[in-house]
C-alpha cells in the first residue's frame, strides 16, 4: 500500500467520506546524483544563512513569504494546516460533470482515496457507485500545501482517483503559440483520415508503449559497470522535406501497414482524379476540333 501523503474527508453534500490519499503513479526512471569526476566524491546541495554565513540545520528551516524587500513573516506548518478554509480538511465536491466537457490540459497528477476506516466503506462505496451510473465526475475544491486547488474525482475500477487540476487562470491561450492558418485540402484531409484509421488501436498495450530510454540508459550503466563497450546507438532516421503531402501521407499508410502486419478493412487512400479525357471520336473534323481545343487550353 503506498504511503498516505494527505488525510481528510470528502465532502459530499450532507455526507462525509473519512479518506487517506495516496499517490496513484510512481516513478520508475533511473535517477542520477552528482559526483565531483575527479575523484568521485558525491557533491551535496547544503543550505547555507546569508545572515550567519554557515550551514543551517533542517530543525532551524521553516517557510516565510517575503512581502516588501527585506520584510519576511514566517509561516508554521501547523498555521498551514489550520487555514480558515472549510477545504483545509476537507475535499468538497462542488458539482458533477460528463468528462468530456473538461479540456484535458487542466487534469494533472492522480492520488487514489482510500476508505478511513470502517465508518467510511459505506459511503465510500455509495459515491463510487453513484459516479458510475451517472457516467459523470465530480469537480472539487481542496487545499494542499498552502494553496486551494480544484480536483476532479473519477473512478477506476473499484476506486476514485483524484486528480489535481489547474485553474482556468493557469492555463495559457493558445493564441500565444499562433497556430499555422495554412488551408488543406479535403483530399488532403481524408487522406490523413485514412492514416488514423490504420493506427487506430484498442489499448496502449505493445512495445511501442515501453520506455525504451529507460531500457537503454540501463544498458549504458551496465555497459560501463562491467567495462565492457558501450552499445552502439543505431543510426537516426533523417526526415525528408515533405514537398508532396499526400505522397507522404501515403507513405506513411504504406508503413503503418506493415509495421503492424494487419490485412483489416480500412479507409482507402483517395487517389487524385485525373481529368477525363474526352472520348475518340470517328470522324476527322470532330477530331481535329478537339485536338486544337486541348492545345488551346495548354498554350
Known amino acids: 500500500m503506498p504511503r498516505t501523503i494527505w488525510s481528510g474527508a470528502i465532502s459530499f453534500g450532507l455526507v462525509t467520506i473519512p479518506i487517506r490519499v495516496a499517490s496513484a503513479t510512481e516513478n520508475h526512471s533511473i535517477q542520477f546524483h552528482q559526483y565531483h569526476l575527479e575523484d568521485m566524491g558525491r557533491v551535496r546541495v547544503r543550505k547555507i544563512c546569508d545572515l550567519e554565513d554557515r550551514e543551517i540545520p533542517q530543525s532551524e528551516i521553516g517557510k516565510g513569504y517575503e512581502y516588501a524587500k527585506d520584510q519576511v513573516v514566517a509561516i508554521s506548518d501547523a498555521e498551514l494546516q489550520d487555514l480558515p478554509l472549510p477545504t483545509a480538511k476537507a475535499i468538497e465536491i462542488q458539482a458533477f460533470v460528463p468528462l468530456e466537457s473538461i479540456d484535458p490540459i487542466r487534469i494533472a497528477e492522480g492520488y487514489y482515496l482510500v476508505p478511513d476506516g470502517q465508518v467510511a466503506a459505506k459511503p465510500y462505496k455509495l459515491l463510487r457507485q453513484a459516479l458510475g451510473r451517472s457516467s459523470k465526475v465530480a469537480i472539487a475544491k481542496y487545499a494542499w500545501s498552502g494553496r486551494e486547488r480544484l480536483g476532479l474525482l473519477r473512478l477506476r475500477d473499484d476506486a476514485i482517483v483524484l486528480h489535481a487540476m489547474r485553474w482556468p487562470d493557469e492555463v495559457r491561450d493558445p493564441a500565444a503559440v499562433d497556430p499555422p492558418h495554412e488551408t488543406v485540402s479535403e483530399e488532403e484531409i481524408e487522406g490523413a483520415l485514412a492514416l488514423i484509421d490504420r493506427m487506430t488501436q484498442d489499448d496502449l498495450e505493445g512495445p511501442e508503449f515501453t520506455d525504451t530510454y529507460t531500457d537503454a540508459l540501463a544498458k549504458i550503466i551496465e555497459a560501463k559497470r562491467e567495462e565492457k563497450p558501450l552499445p552502439e546507438a543505431p543510426e537516426p ?38 481529368k477525363k479525357q474526352p472520348a475518340k471520336k470517328t470522324t476527322a473534323k470532330k477530331t481535329t476540333k478537339k485536338t486544337a481545343t486541348r492545345r488551346s487550353r495548354s498554350a
Open 237 to 274: 532516421e533523417q526526415p525528408g522535406k515533405v514537398l508532396d503531402l499526400m505522397a507522404a501521407l501515403n507513405e506513411s499508410v504504406q508503413q503503418a501497414k506493415a509495421s503492424r502486419g494487419e490485412d483489416a478493412d480500412v479507409h482507402e487512400m483517395p487517389k487524385k482524379t485525373a
